[in-house]
């Protein structure tokens, strides 16, 4: 999943990216809120982390500005301090969630997985495509009932096609939300990462649930192959 997080402080929107990409997501990090206007406007992301005191455009402003616009991308918003008044400045302009500072990483990253979840429409805890099982909190993944072992990066590919099954989705489509803004690498890097995916779904159980519609992309059979 891609996620945006604006952030002024340098210490802490590297820390949050770094904790964020070891858990398989990718992240594009922008240090004030003009910036992360623009971002949120150029790009598809699966959920915003955004501070409320940023410069250029506070976050709250961010938060409403994105949601006149008609963009429901969940939000999660960082407050300076527990205070009522900034969380309900916080919720009222549009934010689906707020954590205060000082906040838990592990808290953060628990509720990125609801909003997540949550989308636009309510999605189950463990997603399931046939009897493919993947639990995006305690990062497994099952097939019937044996446990398949996969790299942060594999393992966010497969989250991305299990959360739109049955829907053909383009490589570029994949480099945005498995890689980040700034990958400029070979975007043939997709193939690479279909066929060791393969190699671990589905070739060990006579499966091909994940299919190749040539020249249009990639595909997660609902039946699960």
């Known amino acids: 999943m891609r996620i945006l ?4 402080d340098k210490l802490v929107a590297r820390a949050v990216r770094r904790g964020l990409e070891a858990e398989g997501y990718a992240v594009d990090v922008a240090l004030d809120g003009t910036e992360g206007a623009w971002l949120a406007a150029e790009n598809e992301y699966d959920a915003l982390v955004l501070d409320v005191m940023l410069p250029g455009l506070p976050g709250d402003q961010l938060c409403a500005r994105l949601r006149e616009a008609g963009d429901w991308t969940p939000i999660l918003m960082l407050t300076a ?20 500072k000082p906040f838990s990483y592990l808290v953060l990253v628990a509720r ?51 959360r739109r099954p049955g829907e053909v989705l383009s490589k570029a489509s994949i480099l945005e939300h498995v890689w980040d803004f700034a990958y400029e690498g070979d975007p043939n890097i997709v193939e690479v990462y279909v066929r060791q995916l393969r190699q671990r779904i589905d070739i060990p159980f006579d499966r091909a649930s994940l299919q190749t519609v040539r020249l249009v992309g990639y595909r997660l059979d609902p039946e699960g192959g």
């Open 81 to 100: 301090r527990s205070l009522p008044e900034e969380e309900a400045r916080a919720l009222d302009a549009g934010a689906d969630d707020f954590l205060a």
């Open 5 to 8: 997080v604006v952030e002024d």
């Open 112 to 162: 990125l997985r609801a909003l997540l979840r949550r989308g636009g429409r309510e999605r189950p805890t463990v997603l399931e495509v046939g009897d493919l099982r993947l639990d995006p909190a305690q990062h497994q993944v099952w097939r019937g009932d044996t446990s398949v072992d996969l790299t942060p990066r594999q393992f966010s590919l497969l989250e991305l096609l299990m």
